[in-house]
Every structure is written in C-alpha cells, then in structure tokens.
C-alpha cells in the first residue's frame, strides 16, 4: 500500500525484454534505499512493482506483459523520468490517500490552464473507470493523490498547486500525456457492496448501472 505523497523523481536508466518479462531498472538517487530490501515494493509512476536488485541509487523490477498492457509502461523509454513512492509502514504519515499501486487504466491529458499559481488539468479516462470518479473524491495519477475538482462524463479536472509540479513528473506533462490512473479504493468495493449477490455475475463492463438502482429504489 502506498499514501499517494510522492518521495523522489527518478529516470529510467533501462527497460528491455529479457525472456518473458521486461527488466526495468531506475537510478534515483535522491531516494533514500537504506531501508529497502529484495522483495519490497516501490511505486514506479503508480505501479506497484518488486525490487529484485538493489545499487547504492538505483534499483531493478521485473514487469510483466500484463502490467504493460494496462500502463503507460508501453511507451516508456531509457531517459523517462518517473515518480517514486516506497511503500508505507505502519509509522507513515498518510497524507494523501490509501493507493494500492495497482493501475485501473491509461488517461490523457486533455488540456493545462493556469490558475493563480496553480494549474489546471483536464484528463480523460476510459469510459469504464468514469464511475468510479466523483467531485471532490481522491484519485491518482502516476502515483500522486490528488483531489478531483470537477467530473463531466468522462472527464475530470484537478488543481495543481506548484510544489506538487515540481515534487513529481506532473511539471513535464504536455497536452496528449498518457497517465496512470487508479482510482479510489472505496468506490470500486462500495460498488461490489451495492451490487450485493448480484456481484458474482455482473461484470466489469456492466457493473453498478442506473437501471440496478432504480430497481432497488436508488434512482432520484
């Protein structure tokens, strides 16, 4: 589990086929790895991965296709640069919100505004995840906990204040950006309570609809 309050950037120092799975390695060397041993978990840009080799500023995980498929590690390239998030113990602050470092899907940055000193971003996320996604409710992108601002359809914005711009990746984003998205914990399970023993043959696709709630008297 993770908090959402992002530790360190770090760059992609390789990430290459090595038989079935990909080898990534990140150099961070603002990281501090004193407490970090083979088998921990560390939040590479939201996604939860094991490290299997340690260096003095870097460290190696194995991804698999699967995790590939549904991040936006399918574009990533040697020189990326990434945010870091070990993961929590029971002595951490949680200054965000509880992530479990397991992406639901890849947004896209629609458009960046000022405001104030602040910026505002428009993202864009699959249409199944759009659900889960409330005003004022949490979500993370590449790992950092932000809150939502506003939610029409599809789409949501959020407010970025400059010390998160420039404590994470989110100072080099651009219009188009692909982005990890993990939605909030809380709305994925209050959907499978809602559905109740409906849950075992709704799918992902279907899950909680209008007409389920207007049949069980929800619908306004």
Same mark, same amino acid.
């Given at each position: ?30 990281? =501090?790895?004193? =407490?970090?041993?083979?088998? =921990? ?12 080799? !340690? ?53 896209? !940055? ?16 699959? =249409? ?93």
């Amino acid at each position: 589990m993770f908090t959402g309050i992002i530790e360190s950037i770090g760059t992609v120092d390789e990430f290459k086929l090595r038989g079935d799975e990909w080898r990534l390695k990140v150099r961070c060397p603002a990281l =501090d790895l004193t =407490d970090v041993q083979l088998g =921990d978990s560390i939040a590479v840009s939201g996604c939860c991965l094991t490290v299997t080799q !340690l260096g003095s500023d870097s460290f190696c995980a194995d991804v698999s296709n699967e995790s590939i498929s549904l991040t936006t590690f399918q574009y990533l390239q040697a020189g990326a640069r990434v945010n870091l998030e070990k993961a929590l113990t029971p002595q951490t602050r949680l200054g965000g919100h509880l992530v479990s470092g397991h992406v639901d899907g890849v947004g896209e !940055l629609l458009s960046q505004d000022n405001d104030g000193g602040s910026w505002r971003l428009k993202f864009r996320v699959p =249409d199944g995840l759009a659900r889960y996604i409330a005003q004022k409710g949490s979500v993370c992108i590449d790992g950092t906990s932000l809150t939502v601002n506003t939610v029409e359809g599809a789409c949501f914005s959020v407010n970025i204040i400059p010390h998160t711009q420039q404590a994470t990746v989110i100072h080099t984003y651009r219009v188009g950006q692909r982005v990890n998205i993990e939605v909030d914990l809380i709305a994925r399970y209050l959907e499978r309570l809602v559905l109740g023993e409906r849950a075992a043959s709704a799918t992902s696709a279907t899950g909680l609809t209008r007409a389920f709630l207007a049949d069980h008297g929800f619908d306004s």
